[in-house]
């Protein structure tokens, strides 16, 4: 193996996919001020995740729907304002072509 390209500093920390509370212990580099006491009794730093082994249809071998923090919902907000202007917009120049015509 190549000396160097390796990070430094694995320490033991708890994965926890947010959708079904599965939690794991492993090591990581990753960096996060949030902690969790495990089962050992310890206290570990804590990664949040979105799909895990637990919740991904490839491993669980059916399909799930999974909105965590309802990100379509917020999608919609943040951009259902052009969806609307786009409309409008474009029922405006269709009136006006058809006046023209």
Do not use: C
Request: overall charge positive; cysteine-free; charged content about 35%.
């Amino acid at each position: 193996m190549k000396k160097g390209i390796h990070p430094e500093g694995y320490r033991t920390v708890v994965f926890k996919d947010m959708s079904n509370e599965f939690a794991f212990l492993s090591r990581s580099t990753a960096q996060t001020k949030e902690t969790i006491k495990w089962d050992d009794g310890n206290e570990y730093p804590l990664i949040k995740v979105e799909v895990s082994s637990k919740s991904h249809p490839f491993y669980t071998g059916k399909a799930q729907f999974v909105d965590t923090a309802g990100r379509i919902d917020k999608f919609r907000q943040k951009y259902g304002k052009f969806n609307k202007d786009n409309k409008d917009n474009k029922d405006s120049t269709d009136s006006k072509d058809s006046k023209e015509a």
